[in-house]
């Protein structure tokens, strides 16, 4: 296409290689200027450099806005995840603070689709924010957090009530209206009204003195006194502002960018990122693609930010900000300024990015040492770029998993991690198990182009191993290396036999050996992750069995 030919209109480009794959997505103000600049001469940029030697076909969409056209690329860049954008790695949905629909509410951790009917507070940066948020709530004001079904079936008090962290709703220790009470405060500490808390504890804490009621007024004290403490202990941003902090940092080719979330004005938690993206390219691009791609979010959306803060200066930033604004239907400001307000906060973002890609970069080496071990002890003409490993778990048979977990270059790839549900075998019988999660895998692969692992593992002798092997050449798949990890007669880690297809003899590894404590890791959590998919369908399965009606 002739750049000279495109219209002087906000939109997307697309750049394309001879397979018709997107190389780059990028957004415009103006079509035909932008797409221009990609046709110069003298092109100084390495990324733009070996971009253009790929590219043969450049794409257009023309939208109505310049906020559409930043809406769009990053929709197109989280679908076709194009090799010289900025990949954002972010595929686990947030979690949430949970409060039930029930005459006794319970409040609990939550990930995934919002099925039930209820409050959901959040999202949340990490699980671990939601875990100290639940286990203060519940020292504070004491709501349940069991099942309805454990709620149902109890007798006696648990040891939750045991140790002061609920008032057993489940055997009447505690009226339907003064749990009510309990739960509304707990909403307001949510929803950051620490003084209406307090305001409502303290009266009713006066109303129990004058009533002669010592032993409430006492709780009521308690509470009012672990309030304070708390309001003392929190770093107050001096207003109840909902703000996100991005702390970046660069360091040996790779960015972490760190996002502490302020809710009401107090800090609840922050998540780091490590986004993925070519060399040569600079923070204020990294900052001006990952941004629309975090708050384009469909669980994002709707949340009342009222400012987003930056450690760098970003070249977008009006035009993101306009964007964010129309999108999240909210009067958000984007700040590339060091105020004094906020100053602390970066500082604390930009600490946390420091630690978290030291953490990573260590990770990163640890892994590369440990692809080299496995190409020497393989003996292996390059490092293994994927691997891919398998295991079968059930219970005499029932309720069959089979996991398949990735690993690559920077670890586990957790994204990429399958589990299927194994039906139309005879109970128990492995090979079948084996043999059927492999041809549905690999057919699947081949099917979408997706590109093959360099080794498979798969959890068993070789007799799986054979399994293996046949399924591949059904599909006519070559150039895969197989491997089979045998527990031992003591089924004891260090002793495991290790086998290569087409290989007679055992691969011989030390016990120390680098290698061999590389594949157990894989194989471990292979293990992990199948026994997770069964016991949580054996869980299914038994609520199915002993569900009682609604309350």
Known sequence: MNPNQLPNSPGVYRFLDAQKKILYVGKAK????????????????????????KAVDVEITITDSENQALL????????????????LRDDKAYPYL????????????????KKEKGRYFGPYPNAGSVRNNLALIQKLFKLRQCSDIFFSHRSRPCLQYQINRCTAPCVNLVSKENYQIQVQDAIDFLEGKNKTIMHSVEKRMDEASKQLDYEKAANCRDLLIRLRQ???????????????????????GDIAIAVVAIRNGQMIGHKTFFPVFPADTSIDEVLCEFIPQYYFNPERQGQAIDRIVVSHPIADRVWIQNALQEILKSKVKLSDRKTAAFREWQSIAVANAVDALKCHQIEKNNMLMKLESLQKALNLSQIPERIECFDISHTQGSETKASCVVFGENGAIKKLYRQFNIENITPGDDYAAMEQVLTRRYTQLKKNNIPLPDLIIVDGGKGQLKIAATVLETLQISGVLLMGVAKGVTRKAGVEKIWLWDESEEIALAENNPARHFIQQIRDEAHRFAITAHRKSLRKKMVKRTKSPRL
């Open 30 to 53: 103006n079509l035909k200027k932008r797409v221009s600049q990609y046709f110069q001469k003298n092109i100084t940029n390495k990324k733009t450099a070996a971009l253009m030697a």
């Open 72 to 87: 769009l690329e990053a929709n197109l860049i989280k679908q076709h995840h194009p090799k010289y954008n900025v990949l």
């Open 98 to 113: 949970f409060l039930s629909m029930h005459n006794f509410p319970r409040l609990d951790y939550h990930r995934g689709t």
């Open 230 to 252: 708390l309001q003392t202990q929190q770093f107050i941003t001096g207003g109840k502002n909902n703000v996100d902090i991005f702390g970046v940092v660069e360091k040996l």
